[in-house]
């Protein structure tokens, strides 16, 4: 029985295979190592003027950050150091942090003045103390490193050991990513920190099944990554990520370039440069240089390849092929022709499909640099539209279209004569648009009949409709449109509009003009001016109103409610007088008495609102109640508290 049960099992596995390969569903290949965007001419710009403003920051933190990527103009190095010192003394950031910033902005701005001692001696006693956080580590083993002092193999011994006890007391992403930056630095003190990368990259979350990120956004990700590839290339072992990671990661990064901090915009280039300088995983950018829409007269095809940070793949493609594969019919328009190197830009490529003849349409465009680069891409062809024939006229409302006399116009003339219509008449256009290539008729996205006031450039759009014989039909019965023309006699242009993303010369033509009467009755007259008064009028006074109570039950109901309702008050006096309540003890107080009194009031309230009142008359007088009622328990309970008598 197993035996048959594992035969019918391979059988369907063996049936779903041939289905696929038959149906042409594509099964999962190996990582393209494509990526859509890299940092462009207008990002990098973007980037500067960043860390231009960082420079003027008076942010400590901003000030380092644009100091790693920035020189200081000449005139400013003198200022903007003493200005460091004073922006050191008044951070609000931790001290080993602070530290870090000022020693790593002074070094950068080539600062000539001495290091303040007591800055050199609090890191110098860093090193050899128990930091209770990696990051506190991280900090200040690189202020030591910046500040020219001593590192040696005792310390980073001592500091391996220190980082290793952090880590069991703290193992989140911020602390594993630092703790990779310092081990990188460490030799082979810090190698015990390689086992932790698998722990830290798993945490890693897919987006839309196109990026990873780390909790935490760009910084956190930035961090775990560039410590985790640091630590791996120190210690020569296999790189944390496969090229499908390396490859969402660079989409994340890529994604996140409209950043506007300096420090950001630092973690962003340093993670970018890290990923591309990865040979082995590097994806590279495979996308089209201009908007993919190939004019019919001059049909190029414009790809560029390059790296993430725009510039050119290292080594340079050998060939780059395409095969392009219309989207409407599947016909092969191109198969595996080779794309030409730009002689000014080599990051651009190009090919001419003019001599394929490509029709108006979507086309598919696979490109492949060697076997590890593919990607798709989608280009539109576009065609010109001409206008074969079109005719307009005006007729009776209730004559057949065939016997309305129409004239002629080419486009893009305007027909000399005007046309009159009144509101017996109907106004009919008919035109037939077809390919300017093949002659054959072909549809738009657009057809608009457009109708505008010579005087008041009031405008009125209509949709032309396709007939049998895919031409367009506009046909208005002026009587029965009156209302949207809001009954505006005069003279209109017609205009008809044709559009479509796939053409090259979508038109607005003004094809006549017409003159159009609208016969208003006096009713309408009336109305409409009934109307225009009413409006000019103060409208009535908008008053809340209650819903209206809903019948009450008989009065017999009522009352044997009324009594079950008391019925537990006069128990509970009774078993009072029962029990022999000791009534001698009640405080004679004025905080006793008020607070009583005030309790019985709002009790008497409920019952009024219960019979009379309204919510809002209730609560406007329920709120002084309470907060006497408040005020003398307050005092009550005092008096009950200190146990003697008020004073």
């Known amino acids: 029985m197993y035996d048959i049960i594992l035969l019918v099992v391979h059988l369907a596995g063996l049936l779903l295979l041939i289905v696929l390969l038959s149906t042409g569903l594509a099964i999962p290949s190996a990582t393209q190592r494509t990526v859509s965007n890299h940092l462009t001419t207008q990002d990098k710009e973007r980037f500067a003027k960043v860390f231009d403003e960082g420079l003027k920051s008076n942010d400590l933190q901003s000030l380092y950050y644009a100091s790693v990527n920035v020189a200081l103009p000449a005139g400013d190095a003198v200022s903007t150091c003493k200005r460091l010192l004073s922006l050191h003394r008044e951070s609000k950031l931790n001290d080993f942090e602070k530290n870090f910033y000022l020693i790593g902005a002074r070094k950068n701005f080539d600062c000539k003045e001495t290091l303040p001692t007591q800055v050199e001696s609090a890191v110098k006693a860093a090193l050899t103390k128990d930091a209770s956080t990696a990051q506190e580590i991280y900090y200040n083993f690189h202020s030591a490193k910046l500040a020219d002092l001593t590192v040696d193999e005792k310390v980073r011994i001592v500091l391996g050991k220190n980082l290793q006890t952090v880590l069991k007391k703290d193992d989140s992403l911020n602390s594993l990513g630092h703790a990779f930056a310092v081990a990188a630095e460490l030799g082979t003190a810090g190698s015990f920190a390689y086992d932790r990368i698998e722990e830290a990259f798993v945490q890693a979350d897919e987006v839309d099944g196109r990026m990873l990120q780390f909790e935490g956004g760009l910084s956190i990700t930035a961090l775990v990554v560039n410590g985790g590839f640091k630590l791996a290339t120190s210690l020569s072992k296999p790189l944390p990520i496969t090229t499908e990671q ?129 990607q798709q891409l989608q280009v539109s062809v576009l065609g010109k539209v001409r206008v074969s024939s079109l005719e307009v006229g005006v007729g009776d409302t209730d004559s057949a279209a065939s016997s309305v006399k129409r004239h002629s116009i080419t486009h893009p003339s305007k027909l000399a004569i005007v046309l009159n219509a009144d509101s017996q008449q109907k106004v009919l256009l008919k035109t037939a648009l077809v390919d300017d290539v093949s002659g054959k008729p072909i549809n738009v996205h657009q057809a608009f009949v457009l109708l505008r006031h010579m005087q008041t450039r009031q405008e009125i759009i209509f949709v032309a409709e396709t007939d049998s014989s895919k031409a367009y039909k506009f046909e208005m019965d002026v009587g029965a449109r009156a209302s949207d023309f809001r009954y505006k006699s005069g003279l209109y242009e017609l205009c008809m509009i044709i559009g479509d993303t796939l053409l090259s010369n979508s038109f607005r033509w003004h094809v006549a003009d017409l003159e159009l009467k609208f016969s208003v009755n ?50 509970l006096f009774g078993l009072w007088a029962r029990l022999g309540v000791n009534v001698k003890n009640f405080p004679l107080s004025l905080g006793a008495l008020g607070f009583h009194l005030g309790l019985g009031a709002i009790l008497v309230l409920f019952a009024i609102f219960w019979l009379r009142l309204n919510m809002f008359e209730t609560i406007r007088y329920l709120i002084p109640l309470a907060l006497f009622t408040f005020f003398c328990g307050n005092r009550m309970l005092r008096k009950i508290a200190r146990g003697g008598s008020e004073k």
Do not use: M, W
Not at 531 to 555: C, G, M, W, Y
């Open 522 to 571: 006096e009713r309408q007259q009336k109305s409409g001016s009934a109307d225009a008064a009413n409006s000019r009028k103060l409208l009535p006074e908008i008053v809340h109103q209650f819903r209206t109570p809903e019948k009450r039950p008989a009065r017999f109901v009522s009352d044997l409610f009324t009594v079950l309702c008391i019925a537990p008050i006069v128990i």
């Open 246 to 374: 390396a490859v969402k990661f660079a989409t994340y990064f890529l994604s996140r370039v409209s950043v506007q901090t300096p420090k950001g915009v630092s973690l962003l280039l340093e993670a970018l440069n890290l990923l591309a300088s990865q040979k082995i995983i590097a994806p590279i950018c495979i996308r089209l240089a201009d908007n993919g829409k190939l004019l019919p007269e001059s049909p190029v095809l414009n790809v560029r390849v390059c790296d993430l940070l725009g510039k050119p793949v290292s080594p340079a493609p050998v060939a780059l092929s395409t095969t392009i594969v219309s989207r409407t019919n599947n016909d092969v328009l191109v198969s595996k022709v080779n794309l030409v190197p730009n002689k000014d830009d080599s990051t651009l490529f190009t090919y001419n499909l003019k001599p394929a003849s490509p029709t108006r349409g979507l086309y598919h465009v696979d490109i492949e640099v060697a076997p590890s680069y593919k």
